[in-house]
């Protein structure tokens, strides 16, 4: 008995052009992520800036006022779950108060992916991706201290977007 490749590529023409356009059909409604010149990349690109440069980094702690979903969520895979509330008080009693040893987030640049979502055609939120790396600054230099991949869901509203999930996981140390 001939195995069932052989049944659809020996010589049947009509099998291969099923499987020529079954696999046009479906690349056509695979979403991938979205190129790194679309105005969605840079958007959600600037807003991780927000959050990491200028509040993560630099502790502007107004920043996220208005980045920060009211229904916000934030999921930790070492420090568990986190409301809006709970998550900019940890920003401000943690991450910022100890100015002489401060932690510091860069992001992974080429691990930043986007994929947008969309309601019959209309976008209406988007999953950005990636990997990030932390430091400690102490004496004006930087020490690595591990990475981490994140995901973010962010939500349309008004024009603007809002960050309303977080999944912060794979933390892991740096190796020595």
């Known amino acids: 008995m001939k195995p069932l490749t052989d049944f659809f590529f020996e010589g049947n023409l009509f099998w291969k052009i099923v499987l020529l356009l079954w696999s046009l059909l479906t690349s056509l409604f695979t979403n991938a992520q979205i190129s790194e010149n679309s105005e969605l990349y840079k958007t959600l690109k600037s807003n991780d800036s927000i959050i990491f440069e200028r509040t993560f980094n630099r502790c502007e702690l107004d920043k996220l006022d208005d980045i920060i979903n009211d229904d916000f969520e934030f999921y930790h895979d070492v420090a568990g779950e986190e409301s809006r509330e709970k998550f900019l008080s940890s920003i401000k009693n943690n991450i910022c108060s100890n100015p002489n040893k401060k932690?510091?987030?860069?992001?992974?640049?080429?691990?930043?992916?986007?994929?947008?979502?969309?309601?019959?055609?209309?976008?209406?939120?988007?999953?950005?991706?990636?990997?990030?790396?932390?430091?400690?600054?102490?004496?004006?230099?930087?020490?690595?201290?591990?990475?981490?991949?994140?995901?973010?869901?962010?939500?349309?509203?008004?024009?603007?977007?809002?960050?309303?999930?977080?999944?912060?996981?794979?933390?892991?140390?740096?190796?020595?």
């Open 103 to 176: 932690p510091i987030r860069k992001l992974v640049d080429e691990s930043l992916q986007v994929f947008p979502l969309k309601n019959n055609g209309k976008l209406y939120a988007a999953i950005q991706k990636g990997k990030h790396l932390f430091f400690i600054k102490e004496n004006g230099k930087l020490t690595p201290t591990g990475s981490a991949l994140f995901t973010h869901l962010w939500i349309k509203k008004n024009n603007s977007w809002k960050l309303k999930r977080v999944l912060s996981y794979n933390h892991l140390p740096i190796q020595n």
